[in-house]
């Protein structure tokens, strides 16, 4: 499951709503999107709860894995969907080893807690299940619902002793199912609370199963852990403060296995930069991407401009100019977007690009840069600091992507001599035509504030659109010679 995040309660009388969808088929797993809506029929309102995303795994009874066919896409938003899925498996894959790296981390400093803070010790509720038949599905593996509300279950015992309330359940994040478990089996639940912030708790749980035999041995497999986020509100609905918390390092288990709980304490209290930056450039990326991906997918882009290689498309949107330019470059595409991912390469042919150079290679498919760019009004000159995500697709029919906006830097700070500037979503989609040419569409998001210099090109009294994408076309078919 991805992080779940918990908009509205559902509650007695009202009706939900679940759809879900197959979004994309990887290989044998495949990405199902859910919805889940509460609809109060006295008030007639509507309400979103939560949307989800759930990974499945298709396994054949017995060994070996089922190859899985793509989904056919009917409408705008199943395309939409479709692309963003390898964005969000890129996430999930990566979540991986941000946890990992966490865990090792966690083993190595102990973190520092205040005097008089309370100790996370009288939070470990530990409970014992036993997967009988009505918990399991025909496989007689036990349902991944039911052992998310064991989990919630022993969490919120665990969250209460430090709010004396009921929680309330806000998001459970970096839950998976590691294995599986079977009618028989018996899990072990161990909650402890990891840490508190203004007015939440983070819960951790770990589930164990051992079937009759390694229970006798004390052989445990581990299934699944998360971490589950509390709210707590008194009689008026406003939400209670938690005490802050010191961790623990006497809990006791089943299976004396305690590392991953005292993991699950040292977490969230040793000053874990490296694991906490990269979950965080995972997500920028991710909204780099999607962002570009949903601008493209925008209905009612209208035609404005039409020359024989290039076409110009605007969309209105509130106080928000987008525009595309479309270019048919005779040039491979995988050239194209090598050379206009290069963004130090871009004042060969754009010139609003003065100066362009790389502040940081996140890595080869994220680069930070900061570029320079010639005044507009006769004020100063412009700078901005950009993030360029770069994607190549999954299959033929889809496109390379680039996307770019601006990011803040605390190592480049707006300086006296440069305005400082923003795009909000900006970058290339580039598709394959053929071996030899592509089509390069070009996106650009402007609000009001450069509006004006804008509505001028696309007006048609200023033909800067046009010769820039001209120069961006002779630039690729130059060097695509040179290959
Ligand atoms: C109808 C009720 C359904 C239920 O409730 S079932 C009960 C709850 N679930 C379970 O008990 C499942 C427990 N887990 C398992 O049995 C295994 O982990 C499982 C799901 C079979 C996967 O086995 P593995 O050997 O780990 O498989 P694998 O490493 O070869 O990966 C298989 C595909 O999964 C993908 N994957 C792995 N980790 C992932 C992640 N964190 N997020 C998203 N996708 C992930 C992996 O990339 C691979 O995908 P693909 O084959 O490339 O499409």
């Known amino acids: 499951m991805d992080d779940i995040q918990f908009e509205e309660t559902a509650r007695v009388g009202q009706i939900i709503t679940i759809k879900a969808k197959v979004?994309?088929?990887?290989?044998?797993?495949?990405?199902?999107?859910i919805k889940v809506t509460?609809?109060?029929?006295?008030?007639?309102?509507?309400?979103?709860?939560?949307?989800?995303?759930?990974?499945?795994v298709a396994k054949p009874v017995g060994a070996g894995k089922i190859e899985l066919k793509p989904v056919k896409l009917l409408s705008r938003q199943d395309h939409l969907e479709h692309s963003l899925a390898t964005e969000r498996r890129r996430i999930r894959l990566d979540y991986e080893q941000v946890f990992q790296n966490l865990m090792q981390e966690s083993d190595k400093e102990d973190g520092y807690c205040e005097e008089d803070a309370v100790s996370t010790?009288?939070?470990?509720?530990?409970?014992?299940?036993?997967?009988?038949?009505?918990?399991?599905?025909?496989?007689?593996?036990?349902?991944?619902?039911?052992?998310?509300?064991?989990?919630e279950t022993v969490a919120s015992i665990s969250a209460s002793r430090l709010c004396h309330s009921y929680p309330i359940l806000k998001s459970v994040d970096m839950f998976k199912f590691?294995?599986?478990s079977i009618v028989g089996d018996r899990l072990v639940f161990n909650a402890i609370v990891n840490n508190t912030f203004q007015n939440s708790v983070e819960v951790g749980v770990r589930v164990e199963a051992y079937n009759c035999e390694e229970w006798i041995?004390?052989?445990?497999?581990?299934?699944?852990?998360?971490?589950?986020?509390?709210?707590?509100?008194?009689?008026?609905?406003?939400?209670?403060a938690f005490p802050r918390v010191k961790p623990t390092t006497k809990v006791s288990s089943h299976s004396q296995d305690i590392s991953f709980l005292e993991c699950l304490v040292k977490c969230t209290f040793t000053p874990l930069f490296s694991a906490i930056f990269l979950a965080f450039q995972v997500y920028l990326s991710y909204s780099n991407i999607a962002t570009l991906t949903h601008l493209a997918a925008k209905p009612g882009w209208e035609i404005t401009s039409t020359l024989d290689d290039i076409k110009i498309w605007t969309h209105e949107e509130g106080d928000v100019l987008s525009f595309k330019v479309e270019m048919q470059v005779k040039i491979p595409s995988d050239l194209a977007f090598s050379l206009l991912s290069d963004f130090t390469r871009r004042q060969q042919w754009d010139k609003y690009y003065l100066t362009c150079e790389v502040l940081q290679a996140v890595n080869e498919d994220e680069k930070i840069y900061y570029v320079t760019s010639p005044s507009m009004t006769g004020y100063k000159p412009k700078d901005f600091v950009v993030l360029v995500s770069r994607r190549?697709?999954?299959?033929?029919?889809?496109?390379?992507?680039?996307?770019?906006?601006?990011?803040?830097?605390?190592?480049?700070?707006?300086?006296?001599?440069?305005?400082?500037?923003?795009?909000?979503?900006?970058?290339?989609?580039i598709y394959s035509d053929s071996s030899s040419s592509c089509t390069v569409c070009y996106f650009n998001q402007v609000t009001l504030d450069?509006?004006?210099?804008?509505?001028?090109?696309?007006?048609?009294?200023?033909?800067?659109?046009?010769?820039?994408?001209?120069?961006?076309?002779?630039?690729?078919?130059?060097?695509?010679?040179?290959?």
């Open 23 to 33: 979004n994309r088929a990887f290989s044998t797993s495949m990405e199902v999107g």
């Open 450 to 483: 450069v509006l004006p210099h804008l509505a001028a090109n696309l007006t048609g009294s200023s033909k800067s659109i046009e010769d820039t994408a001209l120069a961006c076309i002779k630039f690729l078919e130059l060097e695509g010679k040179k290959y």
């Open 178 to 180: 590691r294995g599986p």
């Open 121 to 151: 010790d009288l939070t470990h509720v530990q409970s014992i299940e036993l997967v009988l038949p009505p918990h399991a599905n025909h496989h007689e593996n036990a349902f991944g619902g039911q052992i998310m509300a064991w989990m």
């Open 38 to 56: 509460v609809q109060d029929t006295l008030a007639n309102i509507e309400k979103l709860v939560s949307v989800a995303y759930a990974t499945y």
């Open 392 to 429: 190549q697709p999954c299959q033929p029919s889809e496109p390379y992507i680039v996307a770019v906006k601006s990011v803040t830097l605390t190592s480049m700070p707006p300086s006296s001599e440069y305005c400082r500037s923003e795009i909000l979503c900006a970058g290339f989609q």
């Open 217 to 240: 041995k004390d052989q445990a497999r581990h299934i699944n852990s998360a971490f589950l986020i509390f709210n707590a509100v008194n009689d008026k609905g406003e939400l209670l």
